[in-house]
C-alpha cells in the first residue's frame, strides 16, 4: 500500500511538547498515511507569528496551535482562512470546559505549565540522581531511590530510568549479568519499588546483535547465544518471584508504556509504604 503524506503545522507560544504529542498520537491512527512535522515553538509576537504564516502559505496543511494571546490566534484563524488550511486550537475545549466546571476565567500566560516551582526543581533533582546511578553505579545509595529497576542486558533499563526521571521518580537501574553478584543492599531495601524489566530471548538477541554489529565485534559470544540467553532471562524471572518484586514484559511495549505501568505499580507501592 503506498503512503500518502500531508504537512502539520504545530504552532505553539510554549515548548510545543504538547502539541506534538497530541498530533502524533491522532497520525498514528491513520494507516498509510504520513505527516510532515513543521513545528513553531515559542511564538509570542507578531513578527514571530507571520514567519510562521509564510511557512503555512508556503505548505498549506492542517495547522494546530496552543496560543494563547487573542490577537495572535484571530490572526492565525485569519490566515489560515485565505490558505484553506483547516486549524484547530488544541487547548480551546479544554478550557472551555474547565471555565464552565470552575465558573472562572483563564488568565493568558504562555508557557505556565513549565514555571520554575517546586515540581520543575523535583524534576531536576530526580534526573541528577538517575544519571548518577546508571547501570549499577553507587549501589549503596538504593535506599534513596523511588524506583529500582533490574533486568538483563538490552531491555531498556536505562532509557526507562530516564523517563521517569523526567517524570519526577529518583530511578535507579541494576544489571544483572551472569557470574556476578547483585549488590548486598538490592534484597534489603524497603523504600524503593523494585521492577523487573523481561524481554523474549529472540528479541533480547536481537537487539544485542544489532549492538555489536554497530559496535563491529564479534557476534560469536553467549552474549548473543539464544540459550544462554533464554537462561539469563529465566534466572531474572526467578529471581523477582523469590522476591515478589513485580515484572514487565518489554518485549512489545515502548518505553513510554513501560513507564506508564510503572507508575502505576508506584503509586499502590506508596499507599502500601505510608500505611505500613
Known sequence: MSRSYFHLHLVSDSTGETLINVGRAAAAQYEGVSAIEHVYPLVRSGPQL????????????????????????????????????????????????????????????PGAQHMLNAEYFKRIDAMNFTLAHDDGNLPENLEEADVVLIGVSRTSKTPTSIYLANRGLKT??????????????????????????????ERIVQIRQNRLLSLKADDSSLYVDRDAVADEVATSRRLCAKHRWPTIDVTRRSIEETAAAILDLYREHRLRFIAS
Open 172 to 201: 535507579t537501574n541494576i544489571p544483572l549479568v551472569p557470574g556476578m553478584p547483585l549488590p548486598p543492599a538490592l534484597e534489603q531495601v524497603k523504600r524503593p519499588l523494585v521492577v523487573g524489566l523481561i524481554a523474549s530471548p
Open 50 to 109: 507571520e514567519r510562521v504564516i509564510s511557512e503555512i502559505e508556503a505548505a498549506p496543511g492542517l495547522v494546530l496551535f496552543t496560543l494563547v494571546a487573542h490577537e495572535l490566534v484571530d490572526r492565525l484563524e485569519a490566515a489560515c482562512r485565505e490558505t484553506g488550511s483547516p486549524c484547530l486550537s488544541v487547548l480551546q475545549p479544554v478550557h472551555a470546559l474547565l471555565q464552565s466546571y470552575l465558573g472562572a476565567q483563564t488568565t493568558a500566560r
